[in-house]
């Protein structure tokens, strides 16, 4: 589970009455002001403390049987790459666009199921767009690049070609410059359809990657549209697909080749 902000605990909470018995989540921010008014979970003595570790005491406080295991760093480092290897499914609730795409990256190379959530109210105009992305990644039908990929990807990949900064994968002022903020209710609305997404290929009901948009219309009513995602030939992550270690190791080829077809 990357990123344990509101969205990531309302799907973690989900997954936990599922029946699911181990989540290990990472995510490298620290709880502000602003987180506490996000989560019930979050009290003011967490201020300053590390979010996925508030969150994840929180998960087990609500769901004793819950195994929780937190990393507070960045999905691009040590600890984090070597459990988004070892899990058997990959939640990405990041709200930065180099973290999205790290996590797809990896999730393409060994052959993972990618669930990838977003929610936003962004400005749009004079107002605002609440919305929501919920994509599920099969292995072998395509990326998440193929699925849309993140909204700024030149951005992504800048950041996750700067050597050394623990937050430079994180872009956390642009993120703020984008976002108006975060709706309680359309990240329920997203963490159930997730979820349902993912309880329905463990049914295997749903079969093929999956990509299902919820958009607020102007009556105020939320209405979901599914698109559909679709392998690109010349995609350069699919090609890399299944690569595994080999391909983590040529992650900076593999970023240099999809800056260059994006520039191209």
Not at 78 to 104: K, P
Not at 222 to 249: E, K, S, T, V
Request: aromatic letters at 2%; a neutral charge.
């Amino acid at each position: 589970l990357i990123g344990v902000g509101r969205l990531g605990m309302a799907v973690g909470a989900l997954l936990a009455g599922a029946g699911i018995r181990r989540v290990t989540a990472t995510d490298p921010a620290r709880v502000e002001p602003h987180n506490l008014g996000e989560s019930a979970c979050l009290s003011p003595d967490c201020l300053g403390e590390s979010k996925v570790v508030a969150a994840s005491q929180a998960l087990r406080r609500r769901h004793p049987h819950l195994r929780v295991e937190a990393i507070a760093q960045s999905v691009t480092r040590g600890l984090a790459v070597s459990a988004l290897r070892d899990a058997d499914v990959l939640i990405c609730c990041a709200d930065t666009d180099a973290a999205r795409l790290f996590t797809g990256i990896v999730a393409a190379l060994y052959s993972k199921v990618l669930l990838d959530v977003g929610t936003g109210v962004f400005t749009a105009g004079a107002g605002t767009a609440p919305g929501a992305d919920i994509r599920l990644i099969v292995p072998g039908r395509g990326c998440l690049l193929c699925a849309g990929g993140v909204a700024d990807l030149p951005a992504a990949l800048k950041s996750l070609m700067s050597p050394g900064d623990e937050n430079a994968s994180q872009g956390r002022d642009a993120w703020r410059q984008e976002r108006a903020g975060s709706l309680a209710s359309l990240n329920q609305v997203a963490a159930g359809l997730a979820v349902t997404l993912l309880e329905g290929l463990v049914q295997e009901k749903v079969t093929d990657s999956t990509w299902v948009r919820v958009e607020m219309e102007a009556n105020g009513l939320l209405q979901n549209r599914r698109i559909q995602p679709g392998a690109r030939p010349a995609c350069p992550l699919c090609r890399c697909a299944g690569r595994g270690d080999a391909g983590l190791a040529a992650m900076p080829w593999i970023l240099a080749q999809l800056r260059d077809q994006d520039q191209n």
